[in-house]
């Protein structure tokens, strides 16, 4: 796990005369020349002295209060600015969780959590905050942003040009070897990758922010991963799901009536599905019940709102893009189904009701090529209803991993 490397050592003294004779009684000395063997008698004076060095990992470990934190010496600890919240390394380390919420702060230490000034109440500063991140040890290339809670105001919804954009906030990486997407909006629990590259020592979060009334608030886990474990990401990936099943959501996406405007301008990122020992393919659909509106990535044409998925040549402005992406399970699908072939854009409102082909309603969607990844799209503005783009909702799909059969071609 990498933590070995960066053992600390803790020199406990353990000195431990113990007296037992009675207090006037001069004959020690004498007592210690005997040879004190047991079958002398009661021996009167025990003389301990224990001097170790303990060493122990500095793991990750979870604080009284359900943060995670590192385990370290009390001294470290203070030094590394964080607080000493339970034990750990039996009782030797202190579990040291790092909050940071002053701007211009910097960390390297694992599992830092970043929160506004004042968390968890609001943020009404207008300007830019950030914390700037250095790796904890040399074998770091990859930070895991963690939003536990992340509301910053809402993308521009009232000029036509700029529909979309982060405009009074946005949220933004630096110095990353990969393209972070400025973020605006609801993103309590997404997450981001962000490497840090060869020749890079430090990695800037920022949070811009204007105006004084919108009420903001922020606590971001920042993870630090070792290169080359089994949960650190493949460079082109923003997002990186190792479960067999999950959840992919829009940045800013609401599980509520929609608002005119969810999903951001200027996004173009991949989110990546660790590919399970034993399956080919993964399972697209979309969240139900609790969406309301589960899919709805800009209208199929200029002036032209599309009423189901849409695909291809006919996502103009933003897509989801998916390597042969098809309503076929468990083939390859060159010509049968309702979809001819397999498609590679989708776009559109509502659901998987593909049109470019058929009408055939269709409840999920699939894709055999690995490695598994889905890439969202969008240009630089998020029309209103009106014009040329229209329901941007953006999308709540859940995947689920496909079984490898030895009936079907799997590609
Ligand atoms: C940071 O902590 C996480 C667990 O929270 C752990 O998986 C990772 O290996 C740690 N990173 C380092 C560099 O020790
Ligand atoms: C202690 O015992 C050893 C042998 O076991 C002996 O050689 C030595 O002289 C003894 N010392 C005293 C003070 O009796
Ligand atoms: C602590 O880490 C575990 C495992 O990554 C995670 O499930 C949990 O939410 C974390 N807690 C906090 C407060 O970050």
């Not at 009074?168 to 630096?174: I, K, L």
Request: glycine share 8%.
């Amino acid at each position: 796990m990498g933590s070995d490397k960066s053992n600390k050592v803790l020199i406990v003294v353990l000195f431990v005369f113990i007296q037992l004779a009675k207090p006037g009684d001069a004959k020690l000395s004498e007592k210690l020349a005997r040879n004190n063997t047991e079958s002398e008698g009661t021996r009167e004076e025990k003389f301990l002295s224990l001097f170790s060095i303990v060493r122990f990992p500095n793991v990750v470990c979870t604080a009284t209060n359900s943060y995670n934190g590192t385990c370290l010496t009390s001294a470290e600890c203070t030094a590394n600015g964080g607080t000493a919240s339970g034990t750990c390394a039996s009782g030797f380390g202190v579990c040291c969780v790092v909050t940071i919420q002053t701007c211009g702060s910097s960390t390297s230490l694992n599992n830092t959590y970043w929160q506004n000034s004042g968390f968890s109440s609001a943020y009404t500063t207008a300007g830019q905050c950030s914390l700037f991140v250095s790796r904890a040890s040399s074998d770091v290339d990859q930070l895991r942003l963690e939003f536990l809670t992340f509301t910053l105001a809402q993308p521009d919804s009232a000029t036509l040009s700029t529909t979309g954009q982060c405009i009074t906030d946005s949220f933004t990486v630096s110095g990353s070897a990969n393209i972070v997407p400025a973020i605006c909006g609801s993103n309590a629990n997404q997450h981001m990758y962000v490497n840090i590259g060869p020749g890079t020592s430090t990695v800037t979060l920022s949070i811009i922010t204007s105006g004084t009334t919108t009420s903001r608030y922020w606590n971001i886990r920042v993870i630090q991963i070792p290169q080359n474990t089994d949960y650190t990401a493949p460079d082109n990936c923003l997002q990186w799901f190792t479960e067999a099943a999950g959840t992919l959501v829009s940045f800013n996406y609401q599980y509520a009536a929609a608002p005119i405007v969810q999903h951001l301008a200027y996004q173009d990122y991949t989110m990546c599905i660790r590919t399970n020992q034993g399956f080919c393919g993964v399972k697209y659909a979309l969240c139900t019940p609790t969406a309301s509106y589960p899919y709805g990535i800009s209208t199929i044409a200029a002036g032209t709102v599309a009423t189901g998925t849409v695909m291809d040549s006919s996502c103009a402005y933003d897509w989801l893009q998916i390597p042969c992406v098809t309503d076929q399970a468990n083939s390859i699908v060159t010509s049968v189904g309702a979809m001819v072939g397999c498609a590679s854009k989708l776009c559109g409102i509502l659901g998987f009701t593909v049109t470019t082909d058929s009408t055939t309603a269709t409840t999920s969607l699939y894709s055999y090529r690995r490695p598994f990844e889905v890439r969202f799209y969008t240009d630089s503005k998020e029309f209103l209803v009106t014009a040329a783009e229209a329901e941007n909702y953006g999308f709540c799909l859940t995947y689920t991993q496909q079984p490898c059969l030895s009936t079907v071609t799997n590609g």
